[in-house]
């Protein structure tokens, strides 16, 4: 394929003139040739495994060229309303001037210093305003570098090592706590006593044995092996919304019983907030649940797009960090473009109804996709929070309580669906157990696109 095609830009009015979505005809021939040309150079041609998509008929993934907003347009111009937002990552939409405006100043200042730097001072002096718990932040540019932060954390403070991990909640890619994320059936063992399972081959067995599983929303289950693995126990690590389990969510009373089994047996309690953060409430899960850990983590929203994270605490804990007991480092930590970005995010999600619109939007969303399936008398179950949710097609329409109600949902309908609204011109999560994102770009315009793929999709499900 030639050069030139690398170097062509995709201008917006030409973009717009290829039409919202797919329905003008599957043909999508420049995302073909870019899948072609990375497959020679990259390995799968992807830098993600979570990028391992098709898109319908397309035996390909769309390659993306430009975003604005709500919208994104791919590499033949195809227009796109947005509900993936880069994982939830892109909370304000594409290229903002809040954001765009305040990236752009820092940029002419200077990109990396490898030194300390004002920003990143007011980054996490902005982040203990907004987050209950986080007396001291460290940071860092992937939510899986934050994840190895905070647990080494806990395991410099409480002396321990093992770690509780629920069965189907993801922390990252990276060896610590890549276990039991998605495990099949066969593998998972019984409920009663959930078998740590390696995510991926190239984990080593200590890394496996060091994470002990257990099932989300079973009480009598977690104090049984709670009441096993006491003295061993470093702390329990909880996505408080499963942003990669369908959001499935705790039920009543469950953060608050983990919260006092911590407390009485010296454990400490970490809150993955990596997607939730900043976006079930300007606090976190933190706010939103009332329920206050010792350390949480934040990736995704808390950069606007940019790739920063950062781990917090009680000051306690975070005290061998500061004093460096705990070895934390990286070049890139808190460098101040990314810190820019991130301020500038966070100044406006604080701003007085930016996430109530948000919330909004996101519930509208919900309850025509549950309308929708009502109308066409397809079970199925719209589960999460008005800014991050998902829609998954079950037997008999009930919520989900734990990681293996998930294995019985019905992917083909899924699929159907995501395909329909693809093809309408509505971008979601490739993955069924994953979510629909919402930004503060989304207004009045794409919900009523949005609803009416909805329903003309839904109806394609029903006639499958």
């Known amino acids: 394929m030639p050069d030139t095609l690398a170097r062509k830009p ?48 397309l035996p390909f993934p769309l390659y993306m060229a430009r975003g604005a907003g709500s919208r994104v347009w791919d590499a033949d111009g195809h227009e796109f309303i947005d509900y993936l937002l880069s994982y939830g990552s892109v909370v ?58 905070a647990i080494r954390a806990a395991r410099g403070f409480t002396g321990r090592t093992r770690i509780l991990k629920f069965e189907g909640h993801y922390h990252g890619w990276v060896d610590v706590l890549a276990i039991s994320n998605r495990p099949a059936l066969s593998d998972a063992g019984p409920l009663q006593h959930p078998s740590s399972q390696a995510h991926s081959r190239g984990i080593p067995a200590g890394v496996v044995h060091d994470v002990i599983i257990a099932p989300w929303n079973h009480r009598e289950i977690v104090q049984a092996i709670l ?8 702390a329990i690590i909880i996505e408080p919304l499963v942003a990669n389990n369908a959001c499935i969510g705790p039920e009543e009373g469950f953060l608050e019983w983990i919260r006092g089994e911590c407390d009485r047996r010296g454990i ?38 940019l790739p920063v994270s950062a781990f917090s605490g009680r000051r306690a804990v975070m005290e061998p960090v500061a004093a460096n007991t705990v070895k934390h480092g990286g070049t890139y930590n808190g460098n101040p473009l990314c810190a820019a970005a991130a301020l500038a995010t966070l100044r406006h999600l604080n701003q007085p109804g930016v996430l109530e619109s948000m919330e909004s939007h996101g519930c509208a969303l919900m309850q ?12 199925c179950v719209v589960q999460g929070a008005g800014t991050m949710f998902q829609v998954v097609f079950n037997r008999d329409g ?8 998930l294995l019985s949902a019905d992917s083909t309908r899924y699929n159907t669906f995501r395909h ?44 499958k």
Not at 27 to 51: D, H, N, T
Not at 273 to 288: K, N, P
Not at 433 to 439: D, E, I, P, T
Not at 442 to 455: E, K, S
């Open 10 to 57: 995709v201008d917006l009015p030409q973009a717009q003139a290829a039409g919202l979505g797919l329905s003008a005809g599957a043909a999508a021939p420049a995302s073909e040739q870019w899948f072609a040309r990375a497959k020679k150079v990259l390995a799968g041609g992807i830098s993600s495994s979570a990028r391992s998509t098709s898109t319908g008929p």
């Open 368 to 379: 025509a996709i549950r309308r929708a399936a009502h109308d066409c008398n397809i079970p």
């Open 92 to 149: 304000l939409g594409h290229a903002v001037p809040a954001l765009t405006d305040a990236v752009s100043r820092q940029l002419a200042l200077g990109t990396m210093f490898g030194t300390c730097n004002t920003v990143e001072v007011e980054l996490a002096e902005q982040i203990t305003r907004m987050v209950p718990g986080a007396d001291l932040v460290r940071f860092s540019n992937s939510g899986s570098e934050a994840i190895c932060g």
């Open 398 to 405: 009930r919520p989900l309580k734990h990681y293996r109600d």
């Open 268 to 305: 400490l309690m970490i809150y993955d907030e990596i997607v939730t953060g900043f976006r079930l409430a300007r606090g976190g899960a933190a706010e939103a649940f009332g329920v206050v850990p010792d350390l949480a983590v934040f990736s995704k929203a808390l950069g606007g797009g």
């Open 227 to 234: 009441n096993a693995h006491e003295q061993e126990l470093a």
């Open 420 to 463: 329909g609204l693809l093809r309408r011109g509505i971008h979601i999560n490739s993955s069924g157990s994953a979510c629909w994102f919402v930004s503060a770009a989304h207004g009045a315009d794409d919900l009523a696109i949005a609803i009416a793929a909805i329903n003309a999709a839904m109806a394609e499900v029903q006639s």
